[in-house]
């Protein structure tokens, strides 16, 4: 054992090193900037909330499973938030009455979660959650669709990930009328049914034998799972299935996004509060096969804290997942030179005259500009040497030629032109490269 403490990070867990967060910055930004287009308004909440709100909803295999929890020094029992629903159906309860309807809230917290970390899952990783409450539920159900291909194509991945819909209704009635299934078994087959991919073939058989599953009603499950829309039409008539017809003359009506949503009778969705239109959003790129998105509606969540219940319906996207549909199909910007201005000192004596030129390149006012100073006077070519590394784009360059004439020398780091500009003419250069 080495008497070292460890520099990697807890499992599961990530450093965002500064070139990390570029991305994470870039990727966040363009977020927030499609979403609030549809006149959405962010919101947070704790990282801490009480064990309870999720024992409530959230569902056994991450309450039992993935939940972080401890008992404060006040013998609270609290858990790290796994997700960030029933905080925000939380926020909406007390509120329930000033808010005004509809509601149209995102977030993008870190969310915590004890899962075996892999491709696309971690322990950490941050979910933007967009949520609309209120409203008539099939426009409210469209407009989460239309935002789900909206994200896709401002990251300039239009096309790339298909939104697969399905309907709680439909699964209920299917397990219920035509499994004759009572409740409690429903829920454990669809919680079979969603782990499946993850599970493999044979412990999915396993699960469904010790529900009780017959062979005949694991064909039956086979059948609706690979039932064509047209085929649920005719054979499952029931309130689900009027929702999802209804929804999809709305979608088809739009030609940018019908070619990207389809109907999919193996969404289940985990969680247990979904009870109307379910949706998960798959990249179509085989090495990133775990969802980007999940989301539906959920009736009864907001209702739970005893005040006015309020439907809502929305949607999670994690980071991971995110990053690495961005990668694949490369969407990342370069993000180049970063540092505008690095200003040099190659004497003590400069000192003054330095922080005067920073200063004002910092406060240009037509184009504030990210500016580092040197601080320690050092040879001229080691300067330039550690602006290349910092990728500046200009060096300005500050000896006594320049401050008797009240003026500084700027290099271009790129092309490698450098020029003599008077202060009070700073302004008017074009620091864009
Ligand atoms: P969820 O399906 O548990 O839903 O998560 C939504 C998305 O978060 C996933 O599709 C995935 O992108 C990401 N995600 C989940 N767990 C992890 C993990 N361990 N590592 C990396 N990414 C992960 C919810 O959480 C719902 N509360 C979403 C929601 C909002 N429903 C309605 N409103």
């Known amino acids: 054992m080495s008497d070292f403490l460890p520099t990697k990070p807890y499992k599961g867990t990530r450093d965002f090193y500064p070139e990390d967060m570029h991305l994470q910055k870039w990727m966040f930004n363009t977020l927030r900037q499609s979403i609030e287009t549809f006149g959405y308004e962010e919101y947070d909440g704790p990282m801490l909330e009480s064990f309870e709100l999720y024992a409530a909803k959230t569902g056994e295999e991450i309450v039992e499973n993935q939940l972080y929890w401890f008992t404060d020094r006040g013998d609270r029992k609290l858990a790290l938030r796994p997700e960030m629903t029933p905080t925000m159906a939380r926020m909406v309860a007390a509120r329930a009455n000033e808010l005004p309807k509809p509601i149209r809230w995102y977030s993008i917290p870190n969310l915590w979660r004890y899962e075996r970390p892999q491709r696309g899952r971690l322990r950490e990783h941050w979910q933007l959650n967009v949520d609309l409450l209120g409203g008539d539920p099939l426009l409210a159900d469209y407009e989460i669709i239309q935002l789900t291909q909206k994200i896709l194509k401002d990251l300039g991945g239009q096309g790339k990930a298909k939104t697969l819909i399905n309907n ?145 319906v929305g949607f999670g996207m994690g980071d991971v997942t995110l990053k690495n549909f961005c990668e694949t199909y490369k969407l990342f910007p370069d993000f180049g030179r970063t540092l505008d201005v690095y200003v040099t000192l190659t004497e003590e004596s400069h000192k003054t005259y330095m922080h005067k030129v920073a200063d004002l390149l910092r406060n240009l006012p037509s184009q504030p500009l990210k500016v580092a100073t040197a601080l320690t006077a050092s040879k001229f070519g080691q300067q330039l040497k550690t602006a290349d590394k910092l990728k500046a784009k200009f060096v300005a360059i500050i000896g006594e030629d320049e401050i008797q004439k009240q003026c500084v020398s700027l290099k271009n780091l790129l092309t490698g032109d450098q020029t003599q500009v008077k202060l009070e003419d700073l302004e008017k250069v074009n620091f864009n490269l």
């Open 168 to 312: 709680r209704r439909l699964i209920n009635y299917f397990f219920s009328e035509a499994l004759t299934l009572d409740a409690p078994t429903a829920l454990k087959a669809s919680k079979a049914v969603d782990a499946r991919a993850k599970i493999g073939e044979e412990k999915y058989q396993i699960w469904l034998d010790e529900i009780g599953i017959t062979q005949n009603q694991s064909q039956k499950i086979e059948n609706f799972f690979n039932a064509t829309f047209e085929e649920i039409k005719s054979e499952y008539p029931c309130e689900g299935t009027q929702e999802l017809i209804q929804l999809f003359a709305l979608i088809e009506n739009n030609e940018n996004l019908s070619p990207f949503c389809q109907f999919d009778p193996k969404i289940m969705r985990g969680l247990d509060y979904y009870t109307g239109m379910i949706f998960e959003v798959y990249d179509q790129s085989p090495d990133n096969n775990r969802s980007m998105f999940g989301g539906g509606r959920y009736d009864n969540l907001v209702g739970l804290f005893g005040k006015e219940s309020i439907s809502g």
